[in-house]
């Protein structure tokens, strides 16, 4: 049986095909997927694109680069107040704790968060185990 990796209640994480280094996000276990701020989100249903700008002017992690991915898919995500909300997602590399994994990551306006990103489940289950003390 593989040994879990220890994380805290934040964590230091890579998106390297995102070019997003240095993350610190924090780890929602009630979280059922990651979620990643962008400061623009927009489908292009015409050309069937999805067109997202990371985190906002005030993040040193913004670039201002408009990322437009021909894979996603939109899911319905219910928040913490019980809303649904349909949210684009994308299969994308995380690097976290010196493990890489492949997961789906939501896209999501967290500009009123302390937050840029929330780790969630569907990443954890992949082998982390958490101690919210660290």
């Known amino acids: 049986m593989e040994t879990s990796i220890l994380i805290g209640a934040t964590a230091q994480v890579q998106l390297p ?12 276990t009630g979280a059922a997927t ?16 999805l067109k997202v700008i990371l985190f906002d002017e005030e993040s040193d992690l913004y670039t201002g680069e408009e990322l437009v991915f021909s894979k996603y898919i939109v899911r319905n995500v219910r928040n913490s107040f019980g809303r649904i909300k349909a949210r684009p997602m994308i299969e ?10 492949k997961v789906l990551v939501g896209f ?16 954890l289950q992949l082998g982390f185990l958490v101690d919210v003390t660290k």
Do not use: F, P, Q
């Open 17 to 28: 095909e995102l070019s997003v280094e240095n993350l610190r996000a924090r780890v929602d």
């Open 34 to 49: 990651c979620a990643l701020h962008a400061c623009s989100i927009h489908i292009d249903e015409e050309n069937k694109e």
């Open 92 to 101: 994308t590399e995380i690097v976290l704790a010196g493990k890489k994994e």
């Open 108 to 123: 999501s306006n967290r500009s009123k968060l302390t937050y840029d990103m929330l780790i969630g489940r569907n990443l």
